[in-house]
Every structure is written in C-alpha cells, then in structure tokens.
C-alpha cells in the first residue's frame, strides 16, 4: 500500500495564510510530492513548509517567489488559486459589480 501524501481531502479557509496553506497542500500533493521533497527543492526545513501549509507561518514574498517557481506557475496563479479557495470557505456572496475579496471588506 502506497503512503499517502498530505493531507487526504480539499481544505478551505476562513483565513488567507490559511487558504494559502491549503493550495500549496494541494499543488505539493497533485505534483506527488512530499513536504521532505518539497523542503528540499526549495532549500527550507521541512518543518517550516508544514507550518506554511498549516498556516502557522506565514511566507516572505521571496518565499512564495520560490513556490511559484518550483511549481512553474506565476505567483499570482498560486495567489489566486488561495483566494478562490477563500471566497469558497466563506461561502461569498459578492454582488456583481464588486471585484474585492471578501478578507477586504
């Protein structure tokens, strides 16, 4: 039996650290990677990425550089992809018109 990678189910967010943690969960388990691999493509402790996907830490705009980059997508796909999974967790009721996320006010 194969060990499993992360966590085994699609998590939101009330909070955007936590969302963020989230999506990198996601991204990290859909490459088939685990934090350990993850840590060491990014040249960080694999305690630090846990508390970035658990939302514990939050990352420095280099940091989330990096992510980006070893996932080959632009940073704001990666940032999108966690306001999406925010907007889903409140359950958004925006009308129309509006454009700011919900953390916005």
């Known amino acids: 039996m194969a060990k499993k990678i992360g966590a085994d189910r699609k998590r939101s967010s ?3 650290p936590g969302a963020l943690g989230a999506e990198l969960t996601d991204r990290r ?3 088939g990677w685990s ?3 993850l840590a060491d493509l990014l040249g960080y402790d694999v ?6 996907e658990r939302a514990e830490k939050s990352p420095t705009l280099d940091t989330l550089i ?23 967790g409140h ?6 018109g509006s454009h700011l996320p ?3 006010g």
């Open 91 to 96: 359950g958004s009721d925006q009308s129309e």
């Open 35 to 37: 934090q350990q691999a």
């Open 66 to 88: 990096s992510i980006s980059t070893v996932f080959r997508i632009r940073l704001s796909e990666l940032l999108r992809g966690a306001e999406e999974r925010l907007s889903s």
């Open 14 to 16: 009330a909070t955007l």
């Open 47 to 52: 305690n630090y990425i846990g508390q970035v």
């Open 102 to 104: 919900d953390y916005l």
């Open 29 to 31: 388990m859909k490459a």
